[in-house]
C-alpha cells in the first residue's frame, strides 16, 4: 500500500516572530496521524505572496496532502485566498451559503456586519467550500495533479471544528489509508540515556513495522511504540506483545501504561475510587489546581485548592502556626505538612497536596538554594512529605515541581487499599 | 542594506504526530527578530534521514542561517549528527571540552555516566562546537558556502541558554543586520473586521518602511507596527509617529500600549500603586493565580486565591451564604459578589476577583446555558459584578474568563485614585 503524505503549511508572520505558539500543527498531526496519513513535514512562512505560493509549489510536489491553516482573517494582512485562487487559475465569486452563515453569526451577536466580513464570502470558483459552523471563513478544498489542497482558518476552534466535520471524512474516502497504532507509557525516576542502555535488546529486536520513540518530558520519560500495516488484528496483537515485553522491562519506572498526563492518572484514579483531592499551593502558584480542572468532569474528585503565596495566607486560611514558619522557615517540611493538614480540613477533601518552594531566578540563600522544594501528600491517616531540589529555570521548575507532586500523591493514594 | 534570512529546522517525529507543541520555534523567533534577520520560514521533519538531508539542501539554497534544532538526544532515535557530519564532509572526533562537560554534569547529579552519555562528545571535527552549559548536548556551528548552519539540542532550557551565550553574538559579529523595531497595542471590545474598517486610512497611509498586523488574541485584537530600516534614530521616530496615530484612533478599545499580557499589564499596575491581589476562583480553577505568578516577582503584589471548585469551599473558605447558593445558585451575580467579599477577607489583600461560570461540555441549563459566566471585581468599598456569555469549547472558555477577569479588575483599580 502506498504511503499517504501530507505537509502542513501555517501561515502568519506572527508564528515566525514568535508572537503566536502554533498549536494547530500539532493537532492536525495528531488527528491525521490517527486515521493512518504519513505527516511529512510541517511548514510555517510569513504573510507573502511569493513565499505562500513556493511553499505550495514545493510541497504538492512530495505530498498527496496539503492542509494549508491561517491568513484567511477578514483584514487586509491575509493574502493567502487570491493567492490560492491565482494557483488553482480559479476566479473569485460569492458563496451565498457562506453569505448567509456570515450575516447570521452578526446577527446572533447583535453587531453590524460590515462590508470587510462579507468579504468572507468570496471564494475562488475552483474550490470546494467546507462550511465553517464556528466562523465566518469558510474552509477550501481543491484538487490539482493529484495533490488535495485544504485551506482552513487560523483561529485554533474553528480550524478544529473543519478537520473533525470535514477534513478527516473527506481525507478517508479520498485515500486509501494503513492502519497506524500507538501504545505510550510513562516512567519517572530514570534518565532518557539510562532507559535506552536497559532495553537496548528489546529496541534491536524489534520488527520493521514498530518503532521506538523516547519523549523526555517534565523529569520524566516517555516511550512510545508505533505500529504500522494494512491488517488492524494481526498489527495489533504484534504491537501489544512488545508493548507488554516493554512494559514488563521498565515496570520499576513506570507512572502509568497509556498516553496520558500525571493530572489524568490521578484524576482518573481519585474518579474510580470516589475520592477527593484539594491542594495547598505556594510555589507552585496554582498550576496544579489548573492541571487538574483543566479537562470536564473535574467536579467530581477536585474539591478546591488555597494558593498561600503569602505567609499570612499559610497561617489564615490554613492554619500554619506562625512559629512554624519562624523556625523553620515557608519552605521546610514543617510547613508543608502543617499545609496537607489545613488543606484537608478547609476544603474538606480526602486527599491534599502541598507545595512550598524557591522557583527563582531570585530568592536562593547558601542553605536553601533556588529550586530547594518542599512537597507533602497525606489523608487524615498519614503524611508523607519529600524534599526535590529542581536545577533550572523558573519556568521548569514550576513544572517539576507540579508533575512531582501528582506523581507522589499518585503513589500515595495507591499504597491505601481501595475501599 | 541586504536582508539576511533565516530558517528553522525542528527535527522530531513527536512534533509530527501532534505529542510536542514546538515552543522552541517561537522563541528563536522573536530573538532573531530583535537583532533584525528576518525568519522566512520554519520547517518541521520526523526523525529521517533522507528528510532532513532534503531539508537543509532546500533551505541552504534561500537562506544565509539555518537553524536547526532537536534531534540531538543520546539515544537510538537520533540521527541528526551523523547526517549533519556527512552532509559537511566531516567525520566524528571526540570533543575533550565536550567530554569533561558531560562527565561533570553526571558527577553533579550523581548518576553513572553511560556510554550512551559519552557519544555526546563526539562531534563533526568540520564545525565549531558551541558549549552547553545546561545539558549534554552541544551546539555546532558549521558554515557552508556562505551559509551558516547551526544545530542546537531541542531541551527548550539548553536551546535558550546556547541561543543567548552563542548563537546571537555569532550571527551578530558575522552578518551585518538593519534595524527592526515593533510597537504593539492590545485592544478589546471590538472585533478584527470592525477595528480594520476604522483604521483603514490610518493603514493606507504607512511608509513602505511600516507594516501593520491584527493578531486576534481570546476576545481581544492586538495591532503590530513593524518598521524595517537602517538608521535606527530616523526609524524609531517615524515608527512613533504612526503609533501615536493609531493609539489615539483605537483609544476606546484600548487596554494597553505595550507588547504585554493582560496579566503583566495588572501586575505592573499593581506593582505602581503598592497594592495586592487575591482571587476568588471557580469555574477557572487557578489559572488566573497561575497567570500572576508565572513571572518572578509576584509575592510583591499577589496574596494568594482560594479556588473554591466545590460548593462547600465557597462556603467554608470564602464564607459564602448557605442561602445565597440556594436561593440565585454558585453562577449568580450575588455568589461571585460574596466569593469577592470573602477573599479580601480570608486573603487579606487590597482587591479581588471572582469567578464563577459554566464552562463545558456540560452543566449548563436552558436558563445558564455552557458559557454563562460571573465575574466580580472590588476592594473594601465597592464591588462590580459583570455576567458574559461565551460560546466556544471547554478551553477557550476558560481562557476568556480569566482574561474578561483581569482586564475588569485592572479597569477598575484604574478608576481608583492613585495613593
Redesign the interface.
Known amino acids: 500500500m502506498k504511503t499517504i503524505t501530507a505537509s502542513i503549511i501555517t501561515i502568519g508572520?506572527?508564528?515566525?516572530?514568535?508572537?503566536?505558539?502554533?498549536?494547530n500543527?500539532?493537532?492536525?498531526?495528531?488527528?491525521l496521524?490517527r486515521i493512518g496519513v504519513w505527516?511529512?513535514?510541517?511548514?510555517?512562512?510569513?504573510?507573502v505572496r511569493a513565499?505562500i505560493l513556493q511553499?505550495l509549489e514545493?510541497q504538492s510536489r512530495d505530498n498527496d496532502i496539503i492542509i494549508i491553516t491561517g491568513g484567511l482573517?477578514?483584514?487586509?494582512?491575509d493574502i493567502t485566498k487570491p493567492a490560492l485562487c491565482h494557483y488553482f487559475n480559479g476566479r473569485m465569486i460569492v458563496n451565498e451559503e457562506v453569505r448567509q452563515n456570515v450575516i447570521g453569526i452578526f446577527e446572533r451577536i447583535g453587531?453590524?456586519v460590515?462590508?470587510?466580513?462579507l468579504k468572507q464570502a468570496e471564494v475562488p470558483d475552483c474550490c470546494t467550500v467546507l462550511p465553517n459552523r464556528?466562523g465566518t471563513a469558510p474552509g477550501m478544498w481543491f484538487e490539482k495533479e493529484g495533490a488535495v489542497v485544504i485551506s482552513l482558518p487560523g483561529?485554533?476552534?474553528e480550524m478544529?471544528g473543519l478537520i473533525t466535520d470535514s477534513v478527516l471524512p473527506g481525507i478517508q474516502e479520498r485515500f486509501p489509508l494503513p492502519v497506524i497504532r500507538?501504545r505510550t507509557l510513562l516512567t519517572a525516576g530514570k534518565?532518557?540515556?539510562?532507559?535506552?542502555?536497559h532495553i537496548?535488546d528489546l529496541?534491536e529486536n524489534l520488527p520493521a513495522s514498530i518503532?521506538?520513540?523516547?519523549?523526555?518530558a517534565y523529569g520524566m520519560v516517555?516511550l512510545?511504540l508505533?505500529a504500522r500495516g494494512e491488517e488492524e488484528t494481526s498489527l495489533v496483537a504484534e504491537l501489544d506483545r512488545h508493548f507488554g515485553l516493554l512494559r514488563e522491562r521498565v515496570r520499576e519506572w513506570m507512572v502509568i501504561d497509556e498516553d496520558l498526563s500525571l493530572a489524568e492518572a490521578l484524576s482518573r484514579l481519585l474518579r474510580e475510587r470516589q475520592k477527593?483531592v484539594?491542594?495547598a499551593?505556594s510555589c507552585t502558584?496554582?498550576?496544579?489546581?489548573?492541571m487538574?480542572?483543566?479537562k470536564?468532569?473535574?467536579?467530581a474528585f477536585?474539591?478546591?485548592?488555597?494558593?498561600?503565596?503569602?505567609n499570612?495566607?499559610k497561617q489564615?486560611?490554613l492554619g500554619v502556626p506562625a512559629e512554624t514558619l519562624a523556625l523553620h522557615g515557608a519552605v521546610s517540611e514543617a510547613t508543608v505538612r502543617a499545609m496537607v493538614t489545613g488543606a484537608l480540613r478547609?476544603?474538606?477533601s480526602d486527599y491534599a497536596l502541598a507545595t512550598s518552594g524557591i522557583?527563582?531566578?531570585?530568592g536562593g540563600t547558601e542553605e536553601k538554594p533556588v529550586g530547594t522544594v518542599w512537597i507533602a501528600v497525606g489523608s487524615r491517616e498519614r503524611i508523607e512529605a519529600q524534599q526535590f531540589r529542581f536545577r533550572?529555570?523558573?519556568?521548569?521548575n514550576i513544572e517539576l515541581t507540579a508533575n512531582a507532586a501528582l506523581n507522589l500523591l499518585r503513589r500515595f493514594i495507591l499504597q491505601d487499599e481501595p475501599a
Open positions: 508572520d506572527e508564528l515566525l516572530i514568535g508572537q503566536t505558539i502554533d498549536t500543527s500539532a493537532f492536525i498531526g495528531q488527528e496521524n505527516l511529512r513535514r510541517r511548514i510555517a512562512v510569513g504573510d513565499e511553499a514545493e482573517g477578514p483584514t487586509a494582512d453587531r453590524p460590515t462590508e470587510v466580513n464556528r483561529v485554533p476552534h478544529k500507538h534518565g532518557e540515556s539510562e532507559l535506552a542502555a537496548r529496541e518503532k521506538l520513540a523516547y519523549l523526555p516517555r512510545r508505533t477527593t484539594g491542594t499551593e502558584g496554582g498550576i496544579i489546581a489548573r487538574l480542572t483543566e470536564a468532569g473535574a467536579s477536585f474539591q478546591g485548592s488555597v494558593v498561600a503565596y503569602a499570612s495566607v489564615e486560611v478547609s476544603l474538606g522557583m527563582g531566578p531570585d533550572f529555570d523558573r519556568g521548569r
